[in-house]
C-alpha cells in the first residue's frame, strides 16, 4: 500500500490547515457560542468561497483543461479517497460542523455523479462549476421513523402523467433548508424493498416541498440539520435520477444510496480522528501549562489514545486505498467507521477528566469538541450498524 499523496493534494492540505486556523475554527466557535448555524449571508461563507471551496468535482464535458486550471483549486477536494481521508482529518481538527457548513453540493453530488443522466448531472452540477454566490445541495434519506433501516424508507412516490408525487417526511438533512435542491430518496412501492427505491431531485420553491425546520443539535452546530415534509410535492419525471432505466437494474436505487454511504465513511472516520487529535493537543497544552507532564498515569492515557487514533487512521487509508484501487472497501469502510468515532470520543473522555473544572464549566473548546464528536458515531451508518455489516460479510450473508 503507498499512502503517498499527490502534490496539489499536499498543497491543498497546507491551505486547509491556514484557513483551518485562521477561519474555520473560529467561525465553528461562534456559530457554537450562539447556537445556532451560521447563517446564508454570513460573511464567512463569501470569503471561503473565493479560497475555493464549493465547487463540485464534476467537469462539463469538453471542457477544455485551462479552463478547469483557471479556477481555484477546492482546498477539500482531494485527488484520491486516501488525500480524501487526511483533507477531512485536516478540517474537522479545525472544525467539523463548519466543513459541513460550508458551500458546494455535499452529500447529494454523489448520487448525483453515480445514478446521474449527463443531462441531469449538467443542470444540478453546473451551478456549482463557478458559483458566484455560496450555495449548497442537500441529501435526504432519512425519515423520523428511523434512519439505520435504510432498505425500508416510506416516502411515497407516486407518477401521475409527467410528475411524480412525494409524500413523506424526511429528518436530519445537513443544509437543505438553504439548499438549491435536495436528493430526496422514496419508494414506488414498499412491498418491493430495496427495488422499489428511486431517487429525485428535488429543487428549492417546488410546490408541496415544506415546513423547514432546524433540529437543534448538542454539537456541530455551526450547520444547520433540518427535518421537512413532502406533501403532494410534483416533481417532474425529468428529475428523478438516472430515469427509469437505471432501476431495472436489480436495486439500482438503493445501490445508489449505498455507493455514497461507502465512499463517505473513511472520510467520516479521518474526521473523527482530526477531533481526536485536537483534543489530545489542548490536553497536552494543558497537562503542560498545569504541571501535569510530569504524571505517568495521564501521560499513558494520552499516548494510548494517540496510539488507537493513529490506528483507525490506517484502517480509514487503507480502506481508502482500496476505493482508489477500485477493489471492494465495504468491510475496511465499515471496520474504519466503527473504530474510529469511539476512538475520538475516549480521547475528549480522557481530555474532559484531565481538565476537570476548568472544560467542564462549557467555556473551553475541550467541551465543545467533546459534544461534537458524538455525532461521528452516528451520521453515515451508526457504529452498531457498520458492526451489523461487518458480522453478516463474516458468516456470508448479503449486505
Ligand atoms: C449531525 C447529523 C447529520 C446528519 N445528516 C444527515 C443528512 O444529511 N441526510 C440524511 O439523510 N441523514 C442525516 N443524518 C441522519 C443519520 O443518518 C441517522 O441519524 C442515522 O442513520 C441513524 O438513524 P436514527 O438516528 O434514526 O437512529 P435509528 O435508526 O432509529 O437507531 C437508533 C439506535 O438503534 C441502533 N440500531 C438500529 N438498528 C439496529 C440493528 N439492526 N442492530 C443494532 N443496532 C441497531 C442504532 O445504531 C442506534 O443506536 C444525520 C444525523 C446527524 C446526527
Redesign the pocket.
Known amino acids: 500500500m503507498d499512502f503517498s499523496i499527490a502534490a496539489e493534494d499536499q498543497q491543498r492540505l497546507e491551505t486547509l490547515r491556514r484557513l483551518g486556523r485562521e477561519e474555520m475554527r473560529p467561525a465553528g466557535w461562534r456559530a457554537d457560542r450562539a447556537g445556532a448555524p451560521l447563517p446564508v449571508d454570513d460573511p464567512f461563507f463569501v470569503r471561503m468561497l473565493a479560497e475555493g471551496f464549493g465547487r463540485t468535482h464534476w467537469r462539463p464535458p469538453g471542457e477544455a483543461a485551462s479552463e478547469g486550471a483557471a479556477q481555484p483549486a477546492a482546498p477539500n477536494q482531494a485527488s484520491s479517497a486516501a488525500a480524501q481521508v487526511l483533507l477531512a482529518e485536516e478540517g474537522a481538527y479545525w472544525d467539523r460542523g463548519i466543513s459541513?457548513a460550508l458551500p458546494g453540493p455535499?452529500?447529494g453530488e454523489p448520487p448525483i455523479l453515480s445514478m446521474g443522466t449527463p443531462e441531469q448531472k449538467a443542470r444540478f452540477l453546473l451551478p456549482f462549476v463557478n458559483p458566484q454566490r455560496p450555495i449548497w445541495g442537500?441529501?435526504?434519506?432519512?425519515?423520523?421513523?428511523?434512519?439505520?433501516?435504510?432498505a425500508n424508507i416510506r416516502t411515497r412516490a407516486r407518477l401521475d402523467g409527467d410528475h411524480w408525487v412525494l409524500n413523506g417526511a424526511?429528518?436530519?438533512?445537513?443544509?437543505?433548508g438553504r439548499a438549491e435542491w435536495i436528493v430526496v430518496?422514496a419508494t414506488i412501492d414498499p412491498a418491493l424493498g430495496r427495488a422499489g427505491h428511486r431517487a429525485f431531485v428535488v429543487e428549492r420553491g417546488t410546490p408541496g416541498l415544506v415546513d423547514f425546520r432546524i433540529e437543534k443539535?448538542m454539537?456541530?452546530r455551526a450547520y444547520e440539520?433540518t427535518s421537512f415534509f413532502l406533501s403532494d410535492c410534483r416533481v417532474p419525471v425529468a428529475n428523478m435520477l438516472g430515469g427509469e432505466a437505471y432501476y431495472m437494474q436489480r436495486s439500482g436505487g438503493f445501490k445508489g444510496a449505498m455507493n455514497t454511504f461507502n465512499a463517505g465513511r473513511p472520510a467520516i472516520a479521518g474526521m473523527a480522528v482530526g477531533i481526536g487529535r485536537a483534543v489530545l493537543d489542548e490536553a497536552a497544552a494543558f497537562m503542560q501549562a498545569n504541571g501535569l507532564a510530569s504524571d505517568l498515569r495521564l501521560r499513558d492515557r494520552m499516548e494510548r489514545s494517540r496510539r488507537k487514533l493513529k490506528a483507525a487512521l490506517l484502517l480509514a487509508l487503507r480502506a481508502a486505498w482500496l476505493a482508489d484501487q477500485s477493489k471492494p472497501n465495504m468491510v475496511e469502510a465499515s471496520a474504519s467507521k466503527a473504530l474510529a468515532p469511539p476512538a475520538a470520543f475516549e480521547a475528549a473522555s480522557f481530555a474532559m477528566e484531565v481538565m476537570g473544572p476548568a472544560a467542564g464549566r462549557g467555556e473551553h473548546l475541550i467541551e465543545k469538541l467533546f459534544r461534537d464528536v458524538k455525532?461521528l458515531d452516528?451520521?453515515?451508518?451508526?457504529?452498531?450498524?457498520q458492526?451489523?455489516v461487518m458480522a453478516r460479510h463474516l458468516v456470508g450473508l448479503p449486505n
Open positions: 459541513v455535499g452529500l442537500g441529501f435526504a434519506m432519512t425519515e423520523p421513523s428511523g434512519g439505520s433501516d435504510v424526511k429528518s436530519f438533512s445537513g443544509n437543505s430518496f443539535k454539537g456541530l440539520s455525532a452516528i451520521v453515515e451508518g451508526t457504529g452498531q450498524i458492526r451489523v
